[in-house]
């Protein structure tokens, strides 16, 4: 069992910067591959970005690609997502999550196990 906490989202400006984290607890947070996504109002959830369990091999969805950086540290069990130049159309709830699978890299919401209870970003433009 693994707990997700996220934090540090707000209401920011376009072309602003933002860093969420992910807090886990539980059991064995490096044997996992973590993973945000995020939901806008009226929309399915749709995935951001993704670690290996190692912290190696991140993977991004093509919106992101370039602005974002999601990063871990398996000695604080927590993973990040660093959000810079933010457009409107990133304003959502943003989840991590966590998946078990080996396969790399798992950008599917079917994917992960546990999830946390999501943090607001709002873009102003």
């Known amino acids: 069992q693994v707990q997700l906490v996220e934090s540090g989202g707000g209401l920011v400006q376009t072309g602003d910067s933002l860093r969420l984290s992910c807090a886990a607890s539980g059991h064995m947070f490096s044997s996992y591959a973590m993973g945000w996504f995020r939901q806008a109002p009226g929309k399915e959830r749709e995935f951001v970005a993704a670690?290996?369990?190692?912290?190696?091999?991140?993977a991004y969805a093509d919106s992101v690609k370039g602005r974002f950086a999601i990063s871990r540290d398996n000695a604080k069990n927590t993973v990040y997502l660093q959000m810079n130049s933010l457009k409107p159309e990133d304003a959502a709830v943003y989840y991590c999550a966590a998946s078990p699978f080996n396969s790399w890299p798992v950008t599917t919401t079917h994917s992960y196990r546990y999830w946390g209870q999501g943090t607001q970003v709002t873009v102003s433009s």
């Open positions: 670690i290996a369990r190692s912290g190696s091999e991140p």
